[in-house]
């Protein structure tokens, strides 16, 4: 439920939503996202890049939660622990 949907038909282009998924798990993820971009330096130095970059807050915490979300089944995948390095 975080991946981004375009809405663009012909020469028209919407704004990118995220939508579908799990509510439930969407929010937990966000609030564990929160704590993340404090703790963790990966997220952290990701967060401000985009927000950096001139993306809104929102988005720039939706797209670390995509990323954490592509780490962690990566590591589930291979079956590893953290890396730090793993970006």
């Keep these: 439920g975080v991946a981004p949907i375009n809405r663009e038909s012909g020469a028209f282009k919407g ?3 995220i939508r579908g998924g799990r509510h439930q798990i969407r929010t937990a993820m966000f609030m564990s996202m929160m704590s993340a971009m404090q703790c963790n330096p990966v ?14 807050k ?5 797209a670390c939660v995509r990323k954490m979300i592509v780490i962690l089944n990566s590591m589930v995948r291979d079956g ?8």
Excluded: E, H, S
């Excluded at 997220?43 to 809104?56: C, E, H, M, N, S």
């Excluded at 590893?80 to 970006?87: A, E, G, I």
């Design 15 to 17: 704004k990118r939503m």
């Design 43 to 56: 997220f952290k130095a990701t967060y401000q890049r985009l927000v950096a970059a001139g993306k809104p």
């Design 80 to 87: 590893v622990y953290w890396d730090p390095k793993m970006n």
């Design 58 to 62: 929102k988005i720039a915490i939706i």
